[in-house]
């Protein structure tokens, strides 16, 4: 009986950890002007780090080759020829740890030219971080408990 | 043997070999223009055969990044060359003679050298000369040396503006033809006005308006779209001479060219600064003429008489002047 | 619940033709591969070959055909088959009843999977190059086929599927945790059973259905025996079995079935071997370094790994080794030698090293079989859902000649469902990180020591691999 108290304890507070909002203190949204070297097969400030609300400008300026900058998430992009600098501006809503990567081919490791967007705290990574602790403590707490995962 | 193991053996033979000779047979009768970086080889072919007034259908393809097409000096929207995807292109030669093909996107250092040549047979319709080289260009006609040093002795101390020199030059005995324009440096023009009661700074505005007046809005944003795509890459999107591959050009000495054929004597130089005044307004536009046209021979820069039409070129050039004059500062707006 | 007992699929299993087909699909496609790597245009990512091998496939092996059907790939695989076929002398007869080849077998000393171990780290360490130049993908699927052919002609059975092939090897550790299981009915029957038909091959032993009584099998007379050189009379776990379906035939007392049962049915029997312990080293650092090196933002990573042979490649390479045989189990040894006396006694000052021997060693790295299956998962997902869009293109024009088989040729590369991307690498790692702790606690059980210290080494390198990859 006891066990199952706990079971559903830790259940919810997975679920809490899990779904609850993420508490924010609010800071005054800037504007925010980076400026990314795009060359093979890297973008020069590859971790950016921004505030939930800001716009935030991206200049683009490639360095050999034709490439672009795709903001996983945001799902916008622009492309720059080298000589050419684009600007994507947008506003940062959505918080969390982004990819951008390269949307223009531009050699053999384009599908991994990639960096980093962090709007705010990394969410998930807080969030999964949580959930990982509150298993282990289930686990050590309950070495030998019934579990839901395998009947046998 | 039992039928069912002949047939079963006679099937995966048939489906072997037709796995393997489909693919090659339609791989062989496809002939593709593959397109590299000029490191990789440049175009493949890169000289083409064509025959004049007939359609030459071309399908081309990147092999590695982003590449363009267009043809030299011919009226035709560039087409993009996309990695692992194909172009279809029709072109259609009016006149026979050796036409040049080029790399329309910035795809390195060596970009401009991925060039080819595409030689269109038959015989001349009528009897004019087959591309606008055969016309003397008029840094040889005037007999100027463009190697020589050209710097202005004497430099504004602020950017001269052409509308102020409107209203200065209007009781002026100027000239503000296209002959002299073209013929003379700013600093030549600014030594030879007529000596009047203007300070030095009026007399660089003057100088400012002879040069507006000879140009157009529409060259002035012609030239800027072929600068962005040709030349900022190198020079500067400001033209300060610090585009993206100024540092490497500077670095890579002679290297870059290790690859390419016959290019012994070569240096590598830092692009040209339109900025400085003392460098660009002593040159003339016949002068920029003669060094678009010819290329830096061996500096890095590039020879594009073969690719801009003569009006292209003096689009791009007075767009260059404006790096020094501004032609809107007290625009009445 | 026995699978096989539904007539449509047992049917199915037991015919010959209807695996034939498949296979036929199978190898047709896969000289296709080959082809269009070699031929098809030299861009990685619009090569038909990279997009389906590394793209399609490679989503298709490890989230669904691994963590569902087990070896269900291996079933399926095409690679033996040329040489399987060429060892028999038959594509659906039986075998000769002389052997035409060599028919060695495999030396004592390489019976374990370390060879297994040596071709994944060998693609592992130029997986770079492998991944994005179809070339090179085009050569090494031709050269495992060529390889399989001479293993053939050489060894008895599928030599190259149990020994050598990368894939297969990591396939079959993580099999282990599949739902789905090939296992004898009843142990009396393949106890008593003549010549052992499942294993020798039916007319190796001389079977005659007809004077069984009673004749069960019409197909045993044309069985041969287990290409996995498995006896399945002796299966316990899923590792080396091929699921190639030839003891179903086989069997002349129908005694084979396919099990579905509850997932890693197999962990609770932790196995002792150090090859397969440290392929589960192997697997687990890959993937955490794929993680950093692949989906990370440090440009000098990527081009040491890629630029093979330069003096950076040799420090990736060696950093990648020592990593997977140095770092993660030296910290997973010294952790459990810390505490590998009962904890109530002798809580801190056990002396390192004492008591900690390859049994209990490898019987714990059993809790690292789903945490990195499930960081695989995460990592694929990442990768899959952002190229997913490049298969629609190549499908459309396969060799890279302009074609528009299906309408797609000119389909914009866009990464799929991005905003469900963290939540889901979130579920995929707890996930593992619970399953894994599940198993640590039944591994640590058999050999009587503390789950902890095995645990918390799950946990850290979960963390690692959070941070990573969110």
Redesign the interface.
Known sequence: MQSRFFLLLFVMAGLVVAFAPFPVRPIAPQERTFRIEAGQFAYSSSEIKVNPGDTVNIQLVSTDVVHGLYVDGYDISIEADPGQTKTLSFVADKPGSFRFRCNVTCGAMHPFMIGKLSVGKKVWFYRSIGLSIIAIIGFLKFPRRPVLITAH | ??R??LL??I??TV??L???GA??F??AR?P?IHAK?AEDGGWNPDVIQANAGEPLFL?L??????HGFAVGQMDMQSVDV?????S?VTLTFDKPGIYTFFCT?????N?WRMRGTIEVSGSPSDHEPALSEAAEPLYVTLGLDIDAPHDALVIPRSQPSAISGQQLAANLPIDLSTDYYRAYSPYQVFDELPNTSLTESQSWDVVAYIWQSNTTNESLSDGQQLY??N????HG?NGAGN???ADDLAASGESSMQTMAGADQMTMQTPVDFTDPTRMLGASPALLQGKILRGGMGTGMPMWGSIFTEEQIWDLIAYLYSFQFDYHRGEAQ | MELTRLPFLKSALKSRYSQLAVFIVMLVGYIFVILAGLIGTPVGSHNFSIVFVWIAWWAILILVAVPFFGRGWCAVCPIPLPGEWLQRGAVLNPPDKKPRWLNLRWPKFLRNIWLQNISFLLLALFSSVLLTTPNITGIVLAAMLFAAIGLSMIFERRAFCRYLCPVGGFIGLYSQTAPIELRIKDKQVCVVCDGKPCYNGASTVGLDVQRLNPPLSANSNTGYGCPWDVFPGGLTKNTYCGLCMECIRTCPHDNIAINLRPFSADLAKPSTRLDEAFKAFIMLGSAMIYAGVLLGPWGAFKDAAYNVGTSAWFIYATIFLAIIFAILPGFFWLMISLTSRPFAKHPFGAPIGRGVGVRKFASLTTALIPLGLMFWVAFSLSFVLTNATYILASLSDPLGLGWNLFGTANAVWQPMLTSILAPAQTLALVGGLIWSARTAQKAANEVKVSSVPVVIYCFITTLVMLGLLL
């Open positions: 043997m039992k069912s193991e079963s053996r099937f995966i489906a072997v037709g796995a393997v693919p090659l339609v791989w496809t593709l970086v399908k393809t990147s092999d590695d990044v982003v996309l990695p692992g995807k194909v279809n996107r910035w795809c390195g250092l970009h962005a795509q030349c900022a890459a190198c999107e585009g993206v591959f």
